[in-house]
């Protein structure tokens, strides 16, 4: 299974929050064991002082965990050089409609 995503990223856990830019990128299945994913994502920011900056996340995500942790490979724009981690907590999963709230909390080292 691969799926190509553009998800809106917004400032806060609601779908109305103040939309901040887009998560776009790639996941598929990829244990034998668990529903786990390869992430490969960007988050291409739109907002104020972040318009046209980027971050890249990839990793593994086990999404049946509450909470999971991604590396931060890259970034550009503001974010130049970065590289750190995506602690990710599930707000909401609807597994059977495909919806999910995750939220991330990112922290970084960049120029
Ligand atoms: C972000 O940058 C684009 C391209 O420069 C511009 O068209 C857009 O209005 C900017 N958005 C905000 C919210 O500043
Ligand atoms: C997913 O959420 C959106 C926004 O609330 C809604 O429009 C859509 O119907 C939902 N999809 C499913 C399959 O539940």
Do not use: W
Request: charged share 15%; net charge negative.
């Amino acid at each position: 299974m691969t799926n190509i995503m553009d998800d809106p990223l917004t400032a806060g856990p609601e779908f109305t929050s103040k939309p901040v830019g887009r998560a776009q990128g790639m996941y598929s299945t990829s244990s034998m064991e668990e529903l786990s994913l390869v992430c490969a994502m960007n988050f291409i920011f739109t907002d104020d002082k972040y318009n046209g900056s980027t971050i890249t996340i990839f990793g593994n995500n086990p999404i049946l965990q509450q909470r999971r942790e991604l590396p931060v490979i890259g970034g550009t724009g503001v974010f130049r050089m970065a590289s750190g981690v995506a602690m990710l907590n599930t707000i909401y999963f609807d597994v059977a409609g495909g919806n999910a709230t995750v939220e991330y909390n990112v922290m970084l080292q960049h120029y």
